[in-house]
């Protein structure tokens, strides 16, 4: 079992989950290599706690992420930081010869994202992806397997989003995520949109332009001392796309959304599409139903199928088990390891988010933005 040494930067949200994926490791059977983690860094010492307790195989614990690069203990990292220190970190990592799981949006904005981008070409000997677990759910992996097999026919139209709603409430505290100069000018498209194009980047079907439409709906929210102050992050976003098939060279209707304030929603994800010869549709508030209409000529009726723990990296949990959201993190974390360690994906939707896939976003989300500025259908 080959052995791969990480240094987590950024323990909040994220970090601590990349560690619960590495502590019960041993959930799956099938892998070749294994993740270690060996150095961490925050800039919040409180949060070191819950690692050293808990990981005994961390050497190198600093608030200074420049001593975790520069440690021999560490092979990987995984950086999961407020969006503003995007480049600087991403570059110094590859630049220290470390492979990379970033987080999203890659860059706060296209120009931070370009230059990663050009850190990476000069860089080939070190692995970089974008984490985004939503393509994992068994759901996801069956679309993702009648993609590649044509199930689906000439497609008429795909609608990917991913909903939050805990900002309903005006009085909920502004933090770092609803502030322009650490989350950025994408507002709720960087914070959750490479989530819902993951799926459609994946499958290959390329926004030509983009119509979009973005809601500021809450422009002030109270600070930790309960002062009103300017929220002038966007809440919402439609993006409406002439999406190509490269199977075809058709163009279709691509509709993603990313919303923070979409009543009733906790964290949904969901894909449809359809298609002359089959539609499937999935949403994470319903996770393991999965429906499919497969059109043979005759009367036309959805199947809803009750999917169980089928993954593309097998475990130990019995295929009629429920699937959730750490167990998505774990096959990530299995995705990147096995594309590092094999030289390959274990296949197409089995993979994390490619640095080509994240610029792709940064192009679709930039026209997003000149798009609603100007009421205009922009190129992408
Ligand atoms: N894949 C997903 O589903 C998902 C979910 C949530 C967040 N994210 C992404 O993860 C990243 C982090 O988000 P989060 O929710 O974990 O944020 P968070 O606020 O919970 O954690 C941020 C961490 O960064 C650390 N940090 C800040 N400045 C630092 C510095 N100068 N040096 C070292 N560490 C520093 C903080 O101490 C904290 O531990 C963002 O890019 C976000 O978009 C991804």
């Known amino acids: 079992m080959k052995k ?34 060996t150095a961490v860094c925050a800039r919040n010492p409180q949060s070191y706690k819950w690692f050293t307790d808990n990981f005994e195989t961390i ?82 992996q069956r679309i993702g397997k009648m993609i590649e097999e044509d199930a689906f026919g000439p497609i008429i139209e795909v609608n990917s989003g991913f909903l939050h709603s805990s900002d309903l409430n005006p009085n909920k505290a502004i933090n770092w995520k609803r502030m322009i100069e650490y989350n ?6 960087g914070d959750l949109g490479l989530h819902p194009c993951h799926m459609p980047f994946k499958a290959g079907w390329t926004p030509k332009n983009v119509r979009a439409i973005l809601s500021n709906l809450v422009p002030e929210r109270p600070d930790k001392e309960g002062n009103r ?12 796309c002439d999406a190509e098939d490269p199977r075809s060279g058709q163009l279709f209707p691509l509709t993603i959304k990313a919303q923070r304030i979409a009543p009733g929603e906790t964290d949904t994800w969901y894909f449809e599409i359809k298609g002359m010869k089959a539609c499937a549709r999935w949403s994470s508030s319903n996770p ?38 750490t ?16 030289g390959q994906p274990k296949s197409r939707f089995a ?14 989300f930039t026209a997003a933005l000149r798009s609603h500025a100007q009421g205009t259908v922009e190129t992408v």
Request: aromatic share 12%.
């Open 4 to 37: 791969v040494r990480f240094g987590i930067i950024g323990l909040g949200l994220m970090g601590r989950e990349f560690g619960s994926a590495v502590a019960r490791w041993c959930h799956l059977t099938g892998m070749n290599a294994r993740p270690e983690i």
């Open 59 to 140: 050497k190198v614990v600093t608030d200074d992420y420049r001593e975790l690069l520069a440690s021999e203990e560490v092979d990987a990292v995984y950086c999961a930081v407020p969006h503003h220190l995007h480049q600087q970190f991403y570059i110094d990592i590859i630049e220290a010869g470390k492979h990379l799981l970033g987080e999203k949006p890659f860059g706060i904005d296209k120009p931070a994202n370009d230059a990663i981008n050009e850190c990476i070409s000069k860089h080939p000997e070190v692995f970089v992806r974008c984490s985004s677990e939503f393509p994992f759910f068994p759901p996801m």
């Open 184 to 189: 950025g000018e994408y507002g709720c498209l």
């Open 229 to 240: 102050v300017p929220c002038a992050t966007w809440d919402n976003g439609t993006m409406l």
């Open 288 to 325: 393991r139903r999965f429906e499919v209409l497969e059109y043979t000529g005759g009367e036309q009726a959805w199947r809803h199928i009750d999917m169980g723990w089928e993954v593309a990296f097998e475990g130990i949990t019995g295929p009629i088990f429920e699937f959730g959201f």
């Open 327 to 342: 167990d998505a993190i774990q096959q990530m974390w299995a995705a990147f390891l096995y594309e590092l360690t094999e």
């Open 351 to 364: 993979s994390c988010v490619t640095p080509e896939e994240a610029a792709l976003t940064h192009r679709l």
